[in-house]
């Protein structure tokens, strides 16, 4: 069982930023690629970025690319997710989420993660 814990959401105005956080427990976290998608109230929830076990490979959606930072620190099991530029379409729920094998290189699609943290709110006014 895995248990994954969101945190550091929170209110902001438009061209600042936040850091998140995802710790997790419950099992070998060093192993496993690690995402976080966002849901904004009456959308589809929508991948943001991944990082690989290593922290090595990143990806992001085009959306968020080259104002989001994902990374990892393996020795505190935590993922985090650095915004900047923040703008008022980043508004949402955001999650952090983990694939149930370590053999998953999991893309953008939400189906390939299996583990899903409550997710942190993040509003960011205009």
């Known amino acids: 069982q895995v248990q994954l814990v969101e945190s550091g959401g929170g209110l902001v105005q438009a061209g600042g930023s936040l850091r998140l956080s995802c710790a997790a427990s419950?099992?070998?976290?060093?192993?496993?690629?690690m995402g976080w998608f966002r849901q904004a109230p009456g959308k589809e929830r929508e991948f943001v970025a991944a990082?690989?076990?290593?922290?090595?490979?990143?990806y992001y959606a085009d959306s968020v690319k080259g104002r989001f930072t994902i990374s990892r620190d393996n020795a505190k099991k935590t993922v985090y997710l650095q915004m900047n530029s923040l703008k008022p379409e980043d508004t949402a729920v955001y999650y952090c989420?983990?694939?149930?094998?370590?053999?998953?290189?999991?893309?953008?699609?939400?189906?390939?993660?299996?583990?899903w943290g409550q997710g942190t709110q993040v509003t960011v006014s205009s």
């Open positions: 419950g099992r070998t976290f060093s192993s496993y690629y």
């Open positions: 990082i690989s076990w290593s922290g090595v490979t990143t």
């Open positions: 989420a983990a694939p149930q094998l370590v053999t998953v290189v999991p893309g953008s699609s939400p189906k390939e993660y299996d583990y």
